[in-house]
């Protein structure tokens, strides 16, 4: 079956533009995550939507930073007036069931879009 | 503070040369933890889940096991295919504050 898509896969743009990358998770999968990937780095944690509760948005670096999550599915994740320091390879996965069951940890990834903030 | 060490950075070994990837962590209330698989330009590829010391998983030439402490990724007559950097992570916590917590991986390269 279809896995996690991202896009675009890759994005340039100019510091100070804000810009827009979409995730669309495994259908059926509840639970969706947010990750950024710097090299020599892990992976960093951003935000996380299960279903309808209130997502965890303990992860994102700072108010420029937001995600949303429509009708449970596709997720867009949105960096305002963008940084140097925000380019990154910013990763998207999805799980079957909910952080807090056995098992939730089992994520599945998308190839990521690879941001370049000029 | 929680945390997930992995060793070495880097491996190189000769396709055939049996060898093992750690992961050593320090967290409190463990709750699963996973090895994933990430080749360049990718995302990370779910591999195992292990929940309790002792357990062990496998998957062609990979072997997983846990300890109370520590986790190690066995692989056995690897071949080139098998470079990658290979991630391990952590859920700890309680209640829906777990969260994964991730090691910096370890890069492996087979030579033919």
């Known amino acids: 079956g279809a896995g996690v898509s991202q896009s675009p896969s890759n994005k340039v743009t100019e510091k100070g533009k804000d810009v827009e990358l979409r995730c669309d998770p495994i259908?059926?999968?509840?639970?969706l995550y947010w990750y950024r990937q710097s090299l020599g780095q892990g992976l960093e944690f951003l935000i996380y939507?299960?279903?309808?509760?209130?997502?965890?948005k303990s992860g994102l670096p700072s108010d420029r930073f937001s995600a949303e999550r429509t009708g449970g599915s596709v997720s867009t994740l949105t960096i305002q007036r963008t940084q140097q320091e925000d380019s990154a390879v910013y990763l998207c996965?999805?799980?079957?069931?909910?952080?807090?069951?056995?098992?939730?940890?089992?994520?599945?990834f998308g190839p990521g879009t690879r941001l370049t903030v000029l | 503070e929680d945390q997930v060490t992995q060793s070495p950075e880097a491996l190189r070994l000769q396709e055939g040369e049996s060898s093992s990837l750690n992961c050593s962590y320090t967290v409190s209330g463990l709750r699963g933890l996973f090895w994933y698989r990430q080749d360049p330009g990718k995302g990370p590829e779910f591999l195992f889940t292990?929940?309790?010391?002792?357990e062990e998983k496998e998957k062609e030439r990979l072997k997983a096991t846990l300890t109370k402490k520590e986790s190690f990724l066995h692989i056995t007559a690897p071949k080139p295919e098998d470079s990658a950097t290979y991630l391990c992570?952590?859920?700890?916590?309680?209640?829906?504050?777990?969260?994964?917590?991730w090691g910096l991986g370890t890069s492996l390269a087979v030579n033919p």
């Open positions: 996965a999805s799980s079957k069931s909910h952080l807090s069951s056995r098992g939730g940890g089992a994520q599945y």
């Open positions: 992570a952590v859920q700890a916590g309680a209640g829906n504050n777990r969260k994964l917590i």
């Open positions: 259908s059926g999968h509840t639970a």
């Open positions: 939507f299960q279903g309808n509760s209130a997502p965890d």
């Open positions: 292990l929940y309790s010391a002792g």
